[in-house]
């Protein structure tokens, strides 16, 4: 019994899970988590989910990385490898760190040196803290000598993002979650928060109660549809049609606020010219919602005394995913529903630091701040900064550089805390772009799917042995502290990448306690003019500091665009949509819909929690969704290995009952290396976000199959 064992100490920090970012205390004994308990954090008011409260003991894996590992020179290296890690000493041997270090600045320096800067690549992490994903953009930027450095938000809210800069002038939320409690109608569409940000649901749920009109809006009917007011089960990949139609019903109807748009907005006249043929009679049947559902959820959102949207990756993760968060803009700024107390937009964030990672300038057409890197602005900024001269254009994003990697162009890379072989779409193409490269690099705790195909390893710490900031969702900076020693010789994250960039030119010199982190984090704060008030010390005191933030007195603004936005003229601007169908549609050979996500007890590629022994208890194996008919016709029955087939590969693994799930679609979460969803899914970009359609591709299914 965990609450039975007297802890030496508690720690306060931050659960390393999703955007919601709970504060959490750790209580330790003998160097190990016992027990995790929920703090009265911003976010959370001492609430966990399973994953924050259950999820820790993969720290204490036995499989955790304890020494650096070089890949043995017999080594095979290609897309089909097998991961064993009973078998790992047949592929690497343990090597000193120094020796590790050099093998690896060593490979990536031939690449730089003789092919090019462009030759090499990063992706940091949304799972570390921003001080280590600072530092990592600015190595790749001032080592490497590229803007080839991405991270998950490619695969995320990327395409948000782009809407979000266009259309608002931020690609942070509006408004924070907890906003939900001064909201009358919420707007909630292609998420499903009970999985994947649980805290966050309960104060959706709370505000249901209280008398909020919840309005989910989902291809699949989720648990949270039990709580709404209309659930809008609307046909995969009809997002726009559905949107367009609100918008039309709401210009009809003459539902909007003209003074708003008149003061506070440019473009609406060609958001109304795009309107005209998107009647709620046309598109309802292409969204499979009758007309006057449509209708009625327009109305309610638009007459409401405050309106909220949140939204998640059924929204993004679509070749025209920009385009469906265009539309959700377009809704707020009609009815100016933004900029006050229970109206805003909130993209709801997944990884617990993809919003710091993107805004510390992990990703590679901006520095960090979102200053864009062809700005000469910004660049002669960062070049003074930085001390150095850099790259003047964008570089490539996460699935540009798989393809580059297939093709010979990109032949190095530094990988920290990502697990591409896992995540990234099509993830054979992935593995074999990893396995082409002349030199890769793994920063990791295990050796994931990715580490696999490394040249060198190197054993990194987990979030509960380092000191350092994240942010959230709701554009809080928190304070993760330190509650562990790392096992074996791990090393922080953040002396491992001041111990390379060193080996490639950079001569950093950070100091001070926990690797520098303070005097990395003063830096970042001087780069961005967001946090400019957010001292590290204040992080420290406080535990929580919401930006934006311009001076030391500033209390943080949890609602933002209050009088205006942050674009060069104050104004937002509408950009329409069009219809654009999903890049691979259903047909006679692949009849069925693959949606892929994740489930409440994984996160995302599962190298963690898979780790996790309440986790993996309560979720030991890969399961498909499906509806039970759909399963009938198949000839088989819940718990039957069914195998599921696209144009790019194929998976067994278990099916699962779900009537949520529509017709011919399923369901499938990408946490199961043995049964990876991603080796199905299409890669198809938005060409905006450059985000790939892994909502949406063409599968078969069929009874059998071997696991
Ligand atoms: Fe962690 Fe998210 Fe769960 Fe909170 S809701 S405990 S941040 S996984």
């Known amino acids: 019994n965990a609450y039975a064992i007297k802890a030496d100490k508690t720690v306060d920090s931050v659960c390393p899970y999703c955007g919601v970012g709970c504060q959490l205390t750790y209580h330790v004994k003998d160097n190990t988590i016992v027990r995790v308990e929920g703090r009265d954090g911003p976010a959370n008011h001492e609430r966990l989910c399973v994953k924050g409260r259950f999820g ?46 050099d ?13 090019g800067p462009s030759a090499l690549a990063g992706f940091g992490s949304a799972k570390g803290s921003n001080e280590e994903a600072y530092l990592f953009q600015k190595l790749v930027r001032t080592g490497f000598g590229t803007n080839n450095v991405d991270h998950c938000t490619r695969l995320c809210h990327a395409s948000s993002v782009v809407a979000l800069l266009e259309g608002v002038g931020s690609g942070a939320v509006s408004n924070q979650v907890s906003d939900v409690e001064f909201a009358e109608v919420i707007f909630l569409i292609g998420s499903n928060p009970t999985s994947n940000h649980p805290v966050a649901a309960t104060w959706i749920k709370n505000a249901t109660r209280r008398g909020a009109k919840l309005i989910v809006a989902d291809p699949r009917k989720t648990e949270i549809a039990r709580h709404a007011w209309r659930n809008l089960q609307f046909t995969a990949d009809t997002d726009v049609a559905l949107l367009n139609a609100m918008i039309y019903t709401i210009l009809e109807e003459n539902l909007c606020d003209p003074e708003f748009i008149r003061t506070r907005t440019t473009g609406f006249e060609a958001l109304k010219e795009n309107s005209k043929g998107f009647s709620p009679e046309v598109m309802g049947p292409i969204c499979g919602i009758p007309a006057e559902t449509i209708r009625e959820c327009a109305r309610a959102y638009a007459t409401s005394k405050a309106s909220i949207i949140l939204w998640g990756m059924g929204i993004s993760q679509h070749v025209h995913g920009t385009d469906n968060a265009r539309c959700l803009i377009a809704l707020t700024l009609m009815t100016g529903q933004i900029g006050k107390p229970g109206s805003g937009l909130h993209p709801l964030r997944g990884q617990n630091n993809v919003q710091g990672a993107s805004d510390a300038g992990l990703i590679p057409m901006m520095y960090p701040d979102y200053q864009r890197v062809d700005n000469p602005d910004a660049i002669a900024r960062f070049e003074k900064f930085w001390n150095r001269t850099l790259d003047h254009k964008p570089g490539l994003t996460v699935v540009e550089i798989m393809d580059a990697a297939c093709e010979g162009k990109i032949r190095g890379m530094y990988v920290m805390g990502e697990n591409p072989a896992m995540s990234d779409p099509n993830a054979h193409h992935a593995r074999e772009g990893l396995a082409n490269l002349d030199c890769l690099v793994v920063q990791d705790i295990f050796l994931t799917e990715t580490a696999y195909l490394a040249d060198v390893v190197l054993p990194a710490s987990a979030w509960p042995e380092k000191t350092g900031t994240v942010t959230n969702t709701d554009r809080m900076v928190q304070m993760g502290r330190r ?25 950093w010199d950070y100091k001070g306690p926990e690797s520098g982190v303070a005097e990395v984090y003063d830096e970042m704060r001087r780069a961005m003019n967001n946090i400019t ?7 420290e005191a406080q535990s929580s500091v919401t930006y934006p933030c311009r001076t030391e007195d500033d209390p943080g603004q949890s609602v933002v665009f209050v009088d205006a936005f942050p674009t060069k003229d104050g104004k937002a601007r509408f950009v329409p949509a069009d219809l654009i169908p999903a890049n691979e549609r259903p047909d006679a050979e692949y009849p069925f819909v693959l949606i892929t996500g994740r489930q409440l007890e994984h996160w995302h590629t599962g190298s963690m929690t898979r780790r996790a022994s309440v986790l993996d208890a309560l979720e030991p194996q890969a399961v498909c969704s499906i509806h039970p008919l759909d399963l009938d016709a198949i000839g088989a029955v819940a718990g039957d290995t069914i195998t599921v087939a696209s144009r790019r590969g194929e998976i067994a693994l278990v099916a699962r009952v779900d009537d949520g799930t529509p017709r011919q679609t399923v369901f499938i979460p990408f946490a199961f290396y043995e049964a990876a969803a991603n080796q199905l899914t299409n890669p198809a970009l938005d060409p905006f976000g450059k985000i790939a359609e892994v909502k949406y591709c063409a599968v078969k299914v069929s009874k059998g199959g071997t696991r």
């Not at 070089?70 to 000193?96: C, M, Q, S």
């Not at 020693?485 to 922080?492: F, N, V």
């Not at 008030?533 to 992080?539: E, K, M, N, P, S």
């Open 533 to 539: 008030g957010i001292t590290w010390d204040r992080v």
């Open 483 to 507: 509650a562990l020693d790392m096992p074996g010789d791990a090393r922080q994250d953040l002396i491992i990448i001041q111990q390379l960039a060193n080996r490639l030119g950079c001569g």
């Open 103 to 115: 093998y690896a600045a060593n490979g990536l320096k031939k690449v730089r040196d003789t092919v």
């Open 56 to 101: 820790f003991d993969y720290v204490s894996n036995p499989q955790r990385l304890t020494k650096p590992l070089i890949r043995r020179a017999d080594a095979p290296k290609h897309a089909e490898f097998k991961v064993d890690p009973l078998k790992w000493d047949e592929v690497f041997r343990e090597a000193t760190w120094e020796e590790a270090l």
